[in-house]
């Protein structure tokens, strides 16, 4: 069992930065991929980012790729999203979410456990 709890949203101007952190519990975290989704008002739920196990594989969307990084740290049970250049279609609930399985996929059915999400508010 692992429990997620999503921190680092907020309000931001268009081209601002944000780091996002998802703070996980239990005891085999470093043996699970991670993922971030967001879901924007109106929207259906869509992949982000995700990593491996061993943060050495990452995997983005075409629409953030280049601008948003995901990494983990194991020693801390944590894994991060720095968003940079934000643009105002980025705004959306933000959410962590963790695969038991040690290889990423931008498919949210695959991930059995998500945190509560994180507002990201870009405005222009």
């Known amino acids: 069992q692992v429990q997620l709890v999503e921190s680092g949203g907020g309000l931001v101007q268009d081209g601002g930065s944000l780091r996002l952190s998802c703070a996980a519990s239990?005891?085999?975290?470093?043996?699970?991929?991670m993922g971030w989704f967001r879901q924007a008002p109106g929207k259906e739920r869509e992949f982000v980012a995700a990593?491996?196990?061993?943060?050495?594989?990452?995997y983005y969307a075409d629409s953030v790729k280049g601008r948003f990084t995901i990494s983990r740290d194991n020693a801390k049970n944590t894994v991060y999203l720095q968003m940079n250049s934000l643009k105002p279609e980025d705004t959306a609930v933000y959410y962590c979410?963790?695969?038991?399985?040690?290889?990423?996929?931008?498919?949210?059915?695959?991930?059995?456990?998500w945190g509560q999400g994180t507002q990201v508010t870009v405005s222009s």
């Open positions: 239990g005891r085999t975290f470093s043996s699970y991929a």
């Open positions: 979410a963790a695969r038991n399985n040690q290889v990423p996929n931008s498919r949210s059915d695959d991930y059995a456990y």
């Open positions: 990593l491996n196990w061993r943060g050495t594989s990452t």
